[in-house]
């Protein structure tokens, strides 16, 4: 199967958005400070990994469609979707809000793509489902550092 253009754009937009991910999970990895240091910084490298090795996967699809992937910097700063990351270093408690408003907006490009994916091409789909799920679960894993338990009812328990 050759992808089409649309197919083909598709799957370059989530390959940018994975490439920023990366990249800005590394900053992020290296000027991180604060509480929590330890864990944080060790997350980041995971995501940081786990970002890498997607891009290389939707990159690797590409090429196996017959599409060119496009991961030059000039290329990825003009069409991700992720906003800018901050200079300097940054406070444990903002790294996590940032990263995890980076990993949610890389899993909406591959949900808002991911239909016409699905038409196209089921099997580059699964791929996509895998991505979804890979992000999302760090999502909900770095989230987690900045969340407060629920307080219980002291007499139902709940």
């Not at 000027?31 to 995971?46: K, P, Q």
């Not at 791929?127 to 989230?143: D, G, R």
Request: contains cysteine; aromatic residues 4%; hydrophobic residues 40%.
């Amino acid at each position: 199967m050759k992808a089409n253009k649309q197919l083909s754009d598709n799957l370059q937009a989530v390959l940018v958005d994975l490439i920023e991910l990366h990249i800005q999970t590394k900053q992020a990895h290296w000027n991180v400070v604060g509480i929590n240091f330890r864990d944080t910084h060790l997350i980041l490298d995971e995501v940081t990994d786990a970002a890498r090795e997607l891009s290389d996967e939707v990159a690797e699809r590409m090429r196996a469609l017959h599409a060119l992937p496009d991961g030059r910097s000039e290329t990825v700063t003009a069409t991700s979707t992720l906003s800018k990351f901050p200079e300097d270093q940054i406070d444990t408690a903002e790294v996590v809000s940032l990263i995890t408003a980076r990993l949610d907006a890389a899993a909406a490009t591959c949900r808002r793509v991911h239909d016409e994916v699905d038409e196209a091409d089921p099997t580059t789909a699964d791929l996509l489902h895998k991505v979804i799920e890979t992000l999302e679960q760090y999502a909900w894993m770095v989230s987690a550092e900045s969340l407060k338990p629920r307080k219980r009812n002291a007499t139902t328990g709940l």
